[in-house]
């Protein structure tokens, strides 16, 4: 069993600061996901990283996926409340899964405030 | 992406009930899976579904307790069985494609029993 590590669990930040968040594993992955969930509905993809060392943008949000596809990170620049939600990395190995089950980090709690 | 609907979207049941959980996606998709959530936390696989045949179950989760159908590409169910206090959860549908496509999810069905 593959184990992703997220950090921190709970984050509470001013709006404007920025943030980062982080998901580790011992295992490589060969895809990683990132979704953000707020309540009364599921979790929302944000972006899938595929390839060793690959960066993201979406907005405000940049996503790294590390050379050994072991290890991500969330970073929120100039944070909004709007940001406000639960981030889960998920991370899948299609080489030994054909069926790409996902292995879900712990989860980050980020509360933006005004 | 594939939009997923889930019904009911919450529910309150007495102990020793059985509940069912539909998901339809708007769209063919090679896997499904279901699993639950408790509010802030992560996500826990109970089983894959799998198109013609009997689910393929996570340690810890047993047919009889959560029997599931897929009798096409496009819809599943879930059923909760002679359900107690300790089954109150979230119950998540997903759905994805084959190889690295990304998972996405229905917007879940929060159950409580009493």
């Known amino acids: 069993t593959q184990l992703l590590e997220q950090s921190p669990q709970f984050l509470s930040i001013q709006e404007g600061e920025n943030l980062t968040v982080y998901c580790n594993s011992s295992s490589v992955f060969s895809s990683l996901q990132w979704y953000r969930q707020e309540p009364g509905e599921g979790p929302v993809l944000l972006v899938t990283v595929v390839t060793g060392g690959e960066v993201k943008k979406l907005k405000r949000l940049t996503f790294q996926f590390g050379d050994a596809r072991k290890d991500s990170s969330l970073h929120i620049t100039a944070a909004q409340p709007g940001d406000t939600g639960l981030y889960l990395c998920a991370g899948a190995d299609t080489t030994t899964d054909s069926w790409g089950k996902l292995q879900f980090g712990a989860g980050t709690q980020v509360v933006v405030t005004p | 992406s594939a939009v997923i609907s889930q019904k009911p979207s919450r529910d309150i049941c007495q102990r020793g009930t059985s509940l069912t959980i539909q998901c339809q996606v708007d769209s063919q998709v090679t896997m499904m899976f279901w699993y639950r959530q408790q509010p802030g936390q992560s996500l826990t696989l109970i089983a894959t579904?799998?198109?013609?045949?009997?689910?393929?179950?996570e340690s810890g989760f047993v047919i009889d307790k959560f029997p599931i159908s897929r009798p096409n590409l496009t819809f599943s169910t879930l059923t909760v069985s002679n359900m107690s206090p300790e089954d109150s959860s979230i119950y998540l549908c997903?759905?994805?494609?084959?190889?690295?496509?990304?998972?996405?999810f229905g917007d879940g069905t929060r159950l409580s029993i009493l």
């Open positions: 997903s759905a994805k494609g084959g190889g690295n496509q990304p998972q996405h």
């Open positions: 579904a799998n198109q013609g045949s009997e689910a393929t179950y």
